[in-house]
């Protein structure tokens, strides 16, 4: 028969050992449930309650060992042994009901879930009960043989939840989820484990199987991966529904601005035929103005287009002269409104030379020069735009500047926002300053604004480690 003082000795030696779970267990809740919140997933909810279910199992099977009479079975420490198999099997099926929800994207019916409930409240009397099949009713049959029970299902269902996570989406490379499989699956064995303990403790009451700091401490490492685990899936499958949603947002935009501009081409053209054919001066004048709001809805999905191709462009580095992409800039936008009355001040040198993606920096250059253009000042007679290049150590430094009308200082800091438009009457989209800021963000590049109304603006482009000495630099 076990002695009375050794289950006190056995209860001291896993105090620390229960206190650690039980707060593992309530910081684990407490994340989840935040991330359910958060997100609003079933599954997050359910292993919430399943780590709530384990802080209380853990409670409980305290108070049933600290309750524990070598000589039998007393009320208290019945009614926790009850309260800890029930909060035990709880913990199991929120975590398998969890699981099944994030995999199969869909909940159990109330039918199932209240039939589940009602059987482990039956099978935690059952097994609370099993004293009464054995004449001897001491601690080894009221409170060690619901723990194998409960070590035994548990064990079984860890593993059968790790073997069905292992095998959905084999291909996946996540993390989180390999991470989860594999604890669940040792966390499972470990409960074979404490079985094989309690078993060996059945069939000699001498014997004291122990939890010591050595399982106590696999025990908290495999629960702490399990804890883990379910973040890091969460996470990236997050991650992996965002980026599904913004290719698929991307594929909108494009496709619909790409549709879009073959009709308002056709209209384009319709309006220019009406152009010549209407002789009333009036008639002419509307149709004007219908060219030109029509031109401007051409702008605008093109301005998306460009956005949409811009973000799917993977970077591909390359040395080049900056007067190569000057020259390709100037011939798209030398025909553009106002363009053959700006001089261009631009000289170049040996040294203007740079390594970095050459569809992005012309992305940016083209509209920053298409919008000094676009705003400049009819009212100056010499109107210039100037393109200067620094190199700064391993960075590249250019600089874009006009005479133009300049921009409000109020609008400066928000010049670079989507869709941001400085006035009522400015022109365009509000897309092309955004483009050029995530296309420098692309490229490792950053971008300064100075302007002052009447004066005019400066951009100061900064792109890191696109330096490259020039072969021949006497007369750089």
Do not use: C
């Amino acid at each position: 028969m076990i002695d009375q003082k050794f289950i006190f000795e056995y209860f001291l030696n896993v105090t620390n050992v229960f206190v650690a779970h039980l707060m593992w267990g309530v910081a684990i809740s407490l994340i989840l449930w935040y991330f359910h919140s958060l997100y609003q997933r079933k599954h997050l909810k359910l292993w919430s309650l399943s780590w709530l279910a384990y802080s209380f199992y853990l409670t409980f099977a305290f108070s049933a060992l600290y309750f524990a009479d070598a000589e039998g079975p007393n009320f208290l420490q019945l009614l926790f042994t009850f309260l800890y198999t029930m909060a035990a099997f709880a913990q199991v099926f929120w975590l398998l009901n969890g699981a099944y929800n994030l995999i199969q994207k869909k909940s159990l019916s109330n039918k199932w879930e209240f039939l589940i409930y009602g059987l482990v409240i039956v099978i935690s009397l059952l097994t609370t009960q099993l004293y009464l099949f054995f004449d001897d009713s001491q601690v080894i049959y009221s409170f060690i043989i619901p723990f194998g029970l409960k070590s035994l299902i548990v064990g079984i269902a860890f593993i059968l939840a790790g073997i069905i996570i292992m095998r959905v989406g084999r291909k996946d490379k996540t993390v989180g989820k390999k991470l989860l499989w594999i604890s669940f699956v040792l966390y499972g064995f470990e409960n074979l484990h404490y079985l094989r303990g309690v078993f060996e403790m059945f069939i000699d009451d001498s014997h004291m199987f122990e939890i010591g700091y050595l399982y106590g401490s696999i025990d908290f490492l495999l629960l702490a991966l399990i804890g883990i685990g379910m973040i890091i899936w969460l996470l990236e499958d997050e991650r992996t529904t965002l980026e599904k949603t913004n290719r698929e947002l991307d594929s909108f935009l494009y496709s619909t601005s790409h549709d879009l501009r073959a009709p308002v081409a056709s209209l384009l053209g319709l309006i220019n035929l009406a152009k010549h054919d209407i002789k009333e001066d009036q008639g002419k004048q509307y149709v004007t103005m219908m060219e030109e709001r029509v031109k401007k809805l051409d702008h605008i999905f093109s301005d998306i287009l460009n956005y949409s191709r811009n973000i799917k462009t993977e970077i591909k580095p390359v040395v080049f002269r900056l007067g190569e992409i000057i020259d390709d800039v100037i011939a798209d936008v030398k025909f553009n409104e106002g363009a053959d009355s700006i001089r261009l001040d631009f000289e170049e040198q040996l040294h203007h030379i740079l390594k970095t993606d050459y569809y992005q920096l012309k992305v940016v250059l083209s509209n920053l020069i298409s919008n000094a253009v676009k705003y400049h000042d009819n009212n100056k007679r010499d109107q210039w735009i100037a393109v200067r290049f620094e190199r700064l150590d391993r960075d590249v430094q250019i600089t874009i500047a006009d005479n133009g009308k300049g921009i409000h200082p109020e609008s400066q800091h928000k010049v670079f926002d989507m869709f941001y438009r400085a006035s009522s009457e400015a022109e365009g989209s509000g897309l092309g300053l955004f483009i050029v800021k995530q296309a420098l963000e692309k490229i490792n590049g950053q971008i300064r604004l100075n302007s002052e109304i009447g004066e005019g603006s400066e951009f100061k482009i900064i792109i890191h480690d696109a330096a490259v000495k020039p072969l021949n630099t006497k007369n750089a």
